[in-house]
């Protein structure tokens, strides 16, 4: 009795010869795929500029807070409100990115080492608009507007007002529209 005969096998693949014929280590692509250095699986995808920064999740979005209204409560509690301004809104900027010093570490900080709060702040947020993709509106150099700006006595409200306001804008085009206190 015959056994059906099927098609032929194909012809071997350029480079599917003995070992050191053209394939390296005597490796021959099964039939069907392309050769090495031809793309396909042999070659890494091509990344997509600024896929990291969009892929990632997002977590809850801040609080709007009155840059006005903040200022005069720093001036009546005698700067006690500043440290309550860090502690919140390094939170909330971590709860969204994921990245960021947190509440409460930012609290230490501006605690132990004042002078370093504003420009870790106005880093941060800064770092927000980075990851989307966006320009930074203000950044750790920012906080010269505080210090030495505090030598100009308006420099650290102008300081104030750039990275509240930056920040306030983030969370605005994010969809927030309630403004808080605590």
């Not at 927000?128 to 505090?150: D, N, S």
């Not at 920040?167 to 309630?178: A, C, K, P, V």
């Amino acid at each position: 009795m015959s056994t059906p005969q099927g098609p032929p096998p194909p012809p071997p693949s350029p480079g599917a010869g003995p070992p050191g014929e053209g394939a390296p280590y005597g490796y021959a692509p099964p039939p069907g795929f392309p050769p090495p250095g031809y793309g396909g699986y042999t070659e890494p995808m091509p990344s997509v500029p600024g896929y990291a920064q969009y892929g990632q999740p997002q977590g809850p979005v801040g609080q709007i807070r009155p840059t006005g209204m903040i200022i005069l409560l720093f001036l009546v509690t005698f700067g006690i409100w500043g440290f309550v301004y860090y502690f919140q809104t390094h939170e909330e900027m971590k709860r969204h990115s994921g990245e960021g010093l947190g509440g409460v570490l930012a609290l230490v900080i501006a605690i132990i080492f004042g002078l370093v709060s504003p420009f870790l702040l106005s880093n941060e947020v800064g770092q927000l608009y980075e990851r989307r993709g966006q320009e930074k509106p203000v950044t750790a150099l920012t906080a010269l507007w505080f210090f030495p700006g505090i030598f100009i006595l308006v420099g650290p409200f102008i300081w104030f007002v750039r990275t509240n306001n930056a920040l306030n804008e983030y969370w605005q085009s994010l969809g927030q529209t309630r403004t808080t206190l605590v």
